[in-house]
Every structure is written in C-alpha cells, then in structure tokens.
C-alpha cells in the first residue's frame, strides 16, 4: 500500500473525481490502481466561497515499487505505515491479576489491553453500569437530584460519557495507538467514519451501547469488572527502604490483594486523590482553566465558519470553532471542548456545588452551540502555599463551584449572564434571544459573582476579539454559563519513565485524573501505554 497525502478538491465534487485525481497525481492508468481507500478527510473552509476537501488516501497499486521510486521526491507520497496494534507481551502465568480503578476511557483500555494480554485484571468503578448511570444523571438533570456515586462524573465510561464524544487529540502518536481506540470503537458500534474523517466525534447515546460491547469483550477476554466499588484505601508493604503497592481497601471494608494497581481516576475523584495523598503518594500541583459555557445558536456560527451558502452542508456538518487571546493582564483566554448543535450540562458530583460541560448527541442538532471560554490558571493561584499542599487547586476549583452554587440560588440552577451584560459590567435580569440549554435552570446574575477577577477582565477583553474573528460571537443576547472549572486535573500523580508512581512502587497513575490526558482520545491512548508498562514489569518479574 502507498499512501498520498494533500489531495485537494472541491466541496461538492463528483464521487469518482477522486479516483481521477489519485490517477493524475501517481500518472498511472486506470488499470493499474487496484483499489484505494480515504484514510483521512478534512476540510479548508478559509475561503468560504471555495471550501475544499483534503484527503489522505491509501492506494493499492500495480507495480507498487516502481511507482514509489519514480515518485521518491515527492513528500507527499509514500509507504503506507502500518497502523497495525500488536501487544508487547503476554501473560506467563502465575503472577497476581492486576487492578484498574476507574472505568473511564483510560481505565476502559488499560482493562482492554490487560486483558488481551492474559492477566484477566480486575476492574474497580466506584458508579453504576453505564445505563443505570444514565438513569441517574438524567433525573439530576430533570429533578435536580444528584447522585455522588452515579453522575456525569462517575460511572460506566467516565466523565467522557455524556460529552460531545470528541475523538481527536494533539498527544503525539508515533505508534499509532489512536488508531487502535477508533478501531475498537468501530467494532464496538461507531460509524465507521470515525476512522477517516478528520474530527471525529460520536455522541452520548451512541457511546452508551458501544461501552457496553466494550464491557462484553473485556469480560469474555477474562476480565472483571465490579460496580459500584468504591476504592477508600490502598495497602502499602516496605521492601528494601521502597513503598510498595501491596493492594486496595473498599468502601465495604473489603480488600483486594495485588503487587500493580493502575489508577485510572477522572479529573474529580477528589476524595481518592485526597487518600493518596494522605497516604505519602507523591503529588505535585498543575494548572488548569476557569472560566464559562458560551451559548450562542448554531446557525450563526455555521454562517459564520462556512457562509450562508454552505451552512448546514451536510459534509460538513454543524461548525465548531478554535479561538485564543492573550489579554493585558497576562492572562490566556481560550475556547475549550466546543460542542456544536449541543447542550450545557450540570455536571456536578458534590453536594452544594456547581459545574457546567458541554455535551452532543451524534446528529449534533440541538439549536444551540456551547463552548468553554475559560481563562488559564497556575498554582500561584491557588489558596495557601500550593508547593506544601498539592490539593490546593481542588480547594480553588471548590471555591468557586461553591460560589456558583449560591449565585444560581442555591438550587442547583446556573448562574448566568447575556455577553452585553457582561462586557457592560452590569448583572443580568432577564434573558435574550438565547434560549440557554443548562437543566435543571438558570438564574440570570452576575458573573462577577462566581469567578476571579482577573478571569472576568481577561474575558472581557476577548470577548470583542472573537467577534471580530466569528461574526455575532460578541452578540448582546449570547448565554454565558458558570461555571466551568474542571478543564483539567488541579494535581498531577507524578510518575516515572516506567509510569509507576515516583514513590510508590506497583502504583500506575494513568488519564486526565492524573494528569496525563484531556479527552477521550489522549485518555485512552495513555491507557494503553500504562497496561503495557504494568504487563511489561509482570512479565520481566516473573522471568527473573
């Protein structure tokens, strides 16, 4: 197979316009091309009026070694790689079964892999299966009454559950592991457009069915996944002046024995993370983001993105945007987890909090288009001396989601405020033209009320910038809702080349929890890497 890169055409082009252009560019004969098919799609949309598709396809050829040496010079052209996923390892036999905490994507493939691998691990998810887990977090939505262990935090898939299902990331990916997820994805039931298009995305439902295949194979495999199995400790041995991971205490007292535990966790494990680190896991602090979800409708961002003409193109489908300033204060201000034709969503997992994400259905056609516009924060800005204490950013990120809580009325509905409001520095008392999606309600306030200072004057200072970059981003009338404060994790669980914790032998951190992910793509690439380093130390031990 040979692959070329940047072929470029027309938005509405004839199908086999493509094939006459994968002809011209290797200047061979009908004939000689076997087959080919779209590895990527993508599109150009910087001139409106001429939006064009780029496609990377992979081409069967006749005489495949003298195409490519005519055509050597061209960097565009080449070998195909193989994007085939193959373990390191296997199991041996004999060596304790591995434990997953948490079964988030990150969790779901690290299981997957183990797995596949022979070590029949043991899976650790402190919520419900997925579908209960829907049942809970919907009523949260419709009646206000949450659930701390079943939510859109925790459960059956993680936090990535009830998300646009965004399945693109910018980790470096040299062996080809994001291939492998979209891969048992699609196998799972995702369209198979995920595997060429070139933002692929999915959508609650579809994703439920799909973690629930994914839970099938895993047990078929010979893994174990137990709900509702809340990890409250961990058991710790001395050997040689080193801590080693000796196993895990539940909730009910319980406790598994295991020499490797991986600790999946999702960004708002908070009380593990506090368990860890009261039991001398190293955890350092790191930044993250604060900010809003800015509503505005989706017709106008598509207008905006592709014009009048194209919006709506069903190939292109609903438009997305990607907007950053630097404001005066030194202060970045960015747009974060963009959820076309979607809805804003409490996604709140304490009691007397509140949280906003953005969420999609795979048609993305809700009115509405959602975005975070959150401004960058660093330990320096954390309560007290956050070198001494590592959680001193879940103390932030509480202080705030506390602070929304009450500006929303203490009843769970959102504080928000109409972006003329806000750039005018007055609070909102009614709302405009934007019919905010957020359940169970909002309560049009003052944002000043339930974010920092320097985070409402950065953001007013982009606000105007991406109005001028989106046309109607700045509209009087556009919703924005607070708040948005779990970008990322506050801490990260340090690890070692080998990713195993810094200090605790046997200890894996793993994902967006730990620090080494955002989204559902990064999240289960990092879950693989971390199966195969615990598969890869099990294997050496035994053999030594």
């Given amino acids: 197979m040979l692959r070329i890169q940047e072929i470029k055409l027309p938005l509405d082009h004839p199908e086999p316009t493509l094939r006459e252009a994968i002809l011209k560019r290797l200047s061979i004969s009908d004939s000689a091309l076997t087959s080919f098919t779209i590895f990527k799609r993508a599109y150009d949309a910087r001139k409106k009026s001429a939006i064009q598709l780029i496609y990377i396809v992979d081409c069967e050829v006749k005489d495949e070694a003298a ?69 809970d977090t919907f009523k949260f939505w419709r009646k206000a009454e949450l659930n701390p262990d079943s939510n859109a935090q925790f459960g059956e898939g993680g936090a990535g559950t009830f998300s646009d299902g965004k399945l693109y990331s910018q980790v470096r990916d040299p062996r080809h592991l994001g291939r492998k997820v979209l891969t048992e994805f699609v196998e799972a039931g995702a369209p198979e457009e995920i595997l060429f298009v070139s933002k692929p995305h999915i959508g609650t439902f579809r994703l439920v069915s799909m973690i629930e295949h994914m839970r099938e194979k895993i047990e078929k495999l010979g893994g174990e996944i137990r709900f509702q199995q809340h990890v409250t400790d961990i058991l710790l041995r001395e050997h040689r002046g080193e801590k080693h991971i000796a ?13 490797r535990v991986v600790m999946a966790l999702g960004h708002s494990a908070r009380d593990t993370v506090t368990m860890l680190h009261q039991r001398g896991v190293f955890l350092e602090p790191k930044p993250f983001s604060i900010g809003v979800r800015i509503e505005h409708p989706q017709s106008i961002i598509d207008c905006a993105r592709f014009g009048e003409k194209n919006a709506g193109h069903p190939i292109l489908g609903a438009a997305d945007y990607k907007l950053a300033h630097h404001a005066s ?103 405009g033209a934007v019919i905010p999606s957020y359940r169970p309600g909002v309560t049009p306030t003052d ?68 620090g080494y992910a955002g989204g559902i793509l990064s999240a289960a690439i990092d879950g693989i890497k971390v199966a195969e380093a615990v598969a890869l130390a099990a294997t050496a031990r035994a053999a030594a």
Avoid at 450 to 469: D, H, I, N, S, V
């Fill in 67 to 135: 195409v490519l040496k005519r055509l050597a010079k061209d960097k565009h052209i080449g070998p195909s790689p193989d994007l085939a996923y193959a373990p390191p390892t296997r199991a041996t036999g004999g060596q304790p079964r591995p434990v997953v905490v948490g079964m988030g994507p990150c969790g779901l493939f690290a299981g997957l892999i183990l797995a596949e691998m022979g070590f029949n691990p043991i899976i650790l998810e402190r919520g419900k299966i997925v579908r209960e887990r829907t049942v």
């Fill in 247 to 259: 196993g895990v205490v539940l909730a009910s007292g319980a406790t598994i024995q295991t020499d």
């Fill in 329 to 431: 204060n030194g202060r970045s201000v960015y747009s974060f987890c963009m959820c076309p034709g979607g809805t804003v969503v409490a996604a709140a997992s304490e009691q007397g909090r509140l949280v906003t994400n953005g969420m999609s259905q795979y048609s993305r056609k809700e009115r509405n288009a959602n975005s975070g516009i959150v401004v960058g924060v660093s330990p320096e800005d954390f309560p007290g001396d956050a070198k001494a204490d590592p959680l001193a950013g879940m103390a932030f990120q509480r202080h705030w989601e506390e602070r929304a809580f009450v500006a929303g009325g203490s009843n769970r509905n959102a504080p928000v405020q109409l972006v003329g409001d806000f750039l005018a520095n007055r609070p909102s008392t009614a709302l």
């Fill in 447 to 514: 944002l000043n009320l339930c974010l920092p200072e320097y985070a409402t004057t950065a953001m007013r200072e982009a606000l105007p910038t991406f109005g001028r970059q989106i046309d109607g981003f700045s509209m009087d009338d556009a919703v924005m809702t607070g708040v948005e404060t779990r970008t990322s994790s506050p801490t990260r669980m340090t690890r070692g080349e080998d990713f195993q914790s810094l200090n605790v032998r046997g200890l894996y951190p793993a994902g967006e929890g730990a």
